[in-house]
């Protein structure tokens, strides 16, 4: 997917360190990109209304080695809680089919699966979401 700068720039990106080795980050956006990076076709910078929106958790990774140590949920928590403290009473993202078990078992429900296929072979995504 590749980097977002937007996502750091507005603040919510989290990276979780364990010895200083990398061991996951992810963010949150009250923008309007669902998934992607810089490169990525189809972005939309728009400011989402906390009020009728759903703010969007993004560009979740856990570094090889760190996998079901709580890294992940330790990130989403974080994502949550400052979406909800921006106002947000809702959260979406795009999940990976490796990355839905445990964004099911976090609450999340699925809303609709897609390919994604802007790198050339179609990725099997699902857009999820919850209530905060």
């Not at 910078?45 to 992940?72: C, N, Q, S």
């Not at 330790?74 to 089919?97: H, N, P, Q, Y």
């Not at 390919?115 to 979401?129: K, Q, S, T």
């Amino acid at each position: 997917m590749g980097l977002d700068s937007q996502l750091i720039a507005d603040g919510g990106y989290f990276i979780v360190e364990d010895g200083g080795e990398i061991a996951g980050c992810g963010g949150w956006s009250r923008r309007a990109t669902t998934h992607g990076g810089d490169h990525s076709p189809g972005r939309d910078a728009a400011i989402l209304d906390p009020a009728h929106d759903a703010a969007k958790i993004r560009a979740m990774y856990t570094a090889p080695g760190f996998e079901r140590r709580g890294v992940a949920r330790l990130i989403l928590s974080l994502c949550e809680d400052a979406a909800r403290s921006a106002g947000f009473s809702k959260v979406e993202l795009v999940a990976t089919m490796s990355g839905k078990p445990l964004y099911e078992a976090c609450g999340y429900h699925p809303i609709e699966a897609f390919h994604d296929d802007r790198a050339g072979e179609p990725v099997p995504l699902l857009m999820m979401g919850k209530s905060l």
